[in-house]
Antibody
Framework: QVQLVESGGGLVKPGGSLRLSCAAS????????MNWIRQAPGKGLEWISY????????YYADSVKGRFTISRDNAKNSLYLQMNSLRAEDTAVYYC????????????????????WGRGTLVTVSS | DIQMTQSPSSLSASVGDRVTITCRPS??????LNWYQQKPGKAPNLLIY???SLQSGVPSRFSGSGSGTEFTLTISSLQPEDFATYYC??????????FGQGTKVEIK
């Protein structure tokens, strides 16, 4: 069925690294823009990164710029988030989310919405 | 960055009540406003996109309206399964895209 499944979360020390994966199934992954969104415990949602369908366009939130790297492998239907120099404030549930636009597949950056989410993977940064 | 302010932050309501949540961006975002519902321990679920379009499969008691700098999410008759936290999100211009702080709807 149509789904996203995140993996790779866990406990890591401050300054450490982690790589999250998001496996897509049930739809043509290579057509879609993808995003990572996180939620700290008891807090709201924070968008952190976007990647276009081909991987040619990427954006980051200022809070993770220079430390996190988003990538995708369309042949493997997978999205990734490499997280380096982790801090306590990066502790959160990390969700991958598909982005769609009115009419279906997005063809421009603005105006999208997150119509499919994974269940999330918990990243805990603590010594 | 565009700041999104939701009000109220929380509310108590009874089954059958009409509930309205407001979202105000710090600048005009045309109609690039989406609403999500999140239940504890679950991923968010898209309710409304482009300010007023109902996502497939979402009950018709949910509706959205507004444009520019003021938007509302209305639940016409609150049901037990609607007790959750609701977030607005803007997708105007290039990222960063931002969410409101959330509105928790609780049982009175």
């Amino acid at each position: 069925q149509v789904q996203l499944v995140e993996s790779g979360g866990g406990l890591v020390k401050p300054g450490g690294s982690l790589r999250l994966s998001c496996a897509a199934s049930g739809f043509t992954f290579s057509d879609d823009y993808m995003n990572w969104i996180r939620q700290a415990p008891g807090k709201g949602l924070e968008w952190i990164s976007y990647i276009s369908s081909s991987g040619s366009t990427i954006y980051y939130a200022d809070s993770v710029k220079g430390r996190f790297t988003i990538s995708r492998d369309n042949a493997k239907n997978s999205l990734y988030l490499q997280m380096n120099s982790l801090r306590a404030e990066d502790t959160a549930v990390y969700y991958c989310a598909r982005e769609r636009c009115s009419g279906g597949i997005c063809h421009r950056v603005l105006g999208g919405y997150f119509d499919l989410w994974g269940r999330g993977t918990l990243v805990t940064v603590s010594s | 960055d565009i700041q999104m302010t939701q009000s109220p932050s929380s509310l108590s309501a009874s089954v059958g009540d009409r509930v309205t949540i407001t979202c105000r961006p710090s600048q005009s975002i045309r109609n690039y406003l989406n609403w999500y519902q999140q239940k504890p321990g679950k991923a968010p679920n898209l309710l409304i996109y482009a300010a007023s379009s109902l996502q497939s499969g979402v009950p018709s008691r949910f509706s959205g309206s507004g444009s520019g700098t003021e938007f509302t999410l209305t639940i016409s008759s609150l049901q037990p399964e609607d007790f959750a936290t609701y977030y607005c999100q803007q997708s105007h211009t290039t990222p960063p895209w931002t969410f409101g702080q959330g509105t928790k709807v609780e049982i009175k």
